[in-house]
């Protein structure tokens, strides 16, 4: 027995003892307010005495709806430290993925900002499980629904005590922003703080670190570098949306020494004709992810940003590999090794390893693998692979190969899965918007190459018999029915499609057929 045992801290301590500790070092900046540790700490602290005041117990869910700004992280602490569990949505997501994320996580309680709320508003009668007196508005007001500011301040600013455990559910984040049957990604508290552990040493997080979120805060991307900064007791920045020139303008007057974009962030960046003339010289550490950096655009990165580029290959659900910037040059198509403490291997199709070289789908395991996803054993059962000891390993529905030092290399998607600008697209959600059309009789939905976004969706349709629908007037159909970052680039009419002798469209040939025809096609969506 250790004399001076005591249990590890998970997340919630953690920022109470930075509060305690680093006191007056900022913690969050937020356009031109700065929050102490102490001060952020404190205001954390009163949003979870309020959720207790309005009947939050211990691994109840909580949605938040909020644009990107002090409060949200506020909202998503205070959530943590009353015990709750925060259920981050993506604001573009349409109205019924809204409601049906909101019934599937049995969420009591919902904290939404600007229009945000007036959508919540509207929806309430759909959101069952939500109490009725726990609408928190930021930045709006609404009969019926408590005011962020005066809320939260009329709580006291002690540390609330939910005596949580390892097992405890931290958020749940939703692998599908959609109209289907959606998935809940859930994080214990312990998973989590190991994650953000073993991240923030892979891209090199510190005390000192400055961290630009440009991103949604409810995407897995802004949790990476707002949870390894403030593990470091470091600073965030809060970027309210993201536009090139004003990040180059934040970069340089904030002194930004870290953060995390995906492709065509960087992209967009480097197309700023002036882009030389901003002092980036604070830059220590950017990450790119969400979907594969091509070997030319990561070369001119490293090359014109001057600093550490470090991508990461990852899934929500836990498996991750990060490519070290001193392995760049030699290993650029590559997107490394998994953090230290897990473990990657590559299946054939008979589900048994493959030599290196080989390609085959990704599996991986470790501790910072999810709990699971939320309520579906069927989904949890498919995701699992188990080997000759026994151990469950995650499946990735990723294609990919080891070379001959280990460094994973990404081949293809096992599914239908549409990475565009870093946000996961469902291909099939759309597809049942479009089948919505009286005319539409068949629909295939592929991801076709961006200069702007790397993939976006192509709809390819089959009129039904004697209809003559105009593309252009079905793309504006489709597209009023999904959510902003689903709409499609374009839709293609066609006789038919290819299908297996099983009656299965054949994606892969659709993918090939329009590859090159689309391929300098930039999107407007």
């Not at 949003?47 to 005041?53: D, E, I, R, T």
């Not at 928190?136 to 600013?157: K, S």
């Not at 030699?330 to 054939?348: E, F, H, M, Q």
């Not at 499609?488 to 994606?507: C, E, F, H, M, Q």
Request: aromatic share 6%.
């Amino acid at each position: 027995m250790n004399w001076f045992e005591a249990p590890a801290p998970l997340f919630p301590e953690i920022i109470a003892l930075h509060g305690k500790w680093l006191g007056d070092k900022p913690a969050v900046v937020d356009g031109e307010r700065v929050l102490s540790w102490r001060e952020f700490d404190a205001r954390s602290n009163r949003v979870a005495h309020g959720l207790q005041q309005l009947g939050l117990r211990r691994g109840e869910r909580v949605l938040v709806l909020m644009h990107n700004s002090a409060e949200m992280l506020e909202a998503i602490w205070g959530i943590l430290k009353a015990g709750g569990v925060a259920v981050p949505l993506n604001l573009s997501i349409p109205d019924d993925a809204v409601v049906a994320m909101a019934t599937d996580s049995e969420a009591v309680a919902a904290v939404a900002s600007g229009d945000q709320c007036a959508r919540l508003e509207a929806l309430r009668p759909r959101l069952g499980t939500v109490r009725t007196g726990a609408f928190v508005a930021h930045e709006a007001t609404l009969p019926g629904w408590h005011e962020f500011g005066a809320w939260r301040d009329a709580q006291p600013a002690r540390a609330p005590q939910p005596a949580l455990g390892d097992d405890d559910e931290c958020n749940i984040i939703y692998s599908s922003g959609t109209t289907g049957l959606p998935k809940g990604i859930v994080h214990t508290h312990r998973r989590r703080l190991d994650w953000a552990y073993d991240l923030a040493i892979a891209l090199r997080y510190h005390g000192g670190a400055r961290t630009l979120c440009s991103l949604g805060l409810y995407s897995n991307i802004s949790w990476v570098g707002f949870l390894c900064t403030m593990l470091a007791g470091g600073t965030v920045v809060v970027m309210r949306a993201f536009e090139p020139r004003a990040l180059l303008e934040t970069v340089q007057r904030e002194r930004i020494t870290h953060g995390a974009m995906v492709p065509v962030q960087f992209q967009r960046l480097l197309e700023l004709p002036d882009f030389d003339r901003y002092d980036l010289g604070s830059l220590r550490s950017l990450m790119c992810c969400g979907s594969p950096l091509g070997p030319a655009l990561k070369a001119e990165v490293i090359r014109r940003l001057g600093c550490e580029l470090i991508e990461l290959y990852g899934l929500t659900e836990g498996v991750i590999t990060t490519l070290a910037p001193e392995d760049v040059e030699r290993k650029l198509a590559s997107v490394g090794k998994p953090l230290p403490g897990t473990d990657l291997r590559i299946l054939g199709p008979d589900d048994r390893e493959v030599a290196a070289g080989e390609s085959g789908e990704i599996v991986g395991r470790g501790r910072i693998v999810m709990a699971g996803y939320h309520a579906r054993p069927d989904a949890n059962a498919e995701a699992t692979w188990t080997d000759e000891h026994g151990r469950r390993w995650l499946r990735t529905g990723d294609v990919g190969r080891l070379d001959e030092e280990g460094f994973l290399y990404i081949v293809d998607r096992k599914k239908d899965l549409i990475l565009s600008g870093g946000q996961n697209i469902y291909p099939a959600d759309i597809e049942i918007a479009a089948l919505r059309h009286p005319d539409v009789a068949e629909v295939a939905v592929i991801g076709v190459a961006s200069e702007r976004w790397g993939e976006t969706p192509l709809a390819v349709i089959v009129p039904r018999s004697g209809a003559a629908p105009d593309a252009a007037e079905l793309t504006a159909w489709i597209n009023e029915r999904v959510g902003r970052q689903q709409r499609v680039t374009a839709v293609v009419l066609r006789d038919s499609l290819p299908r297996n002798p099983n009656g299965k469209i054949l994606k892969r040939e659709l993918r090939a057929e329009y590859a090159a025809g689309w391929a300098s096609q930039r999107s407007t969506s």
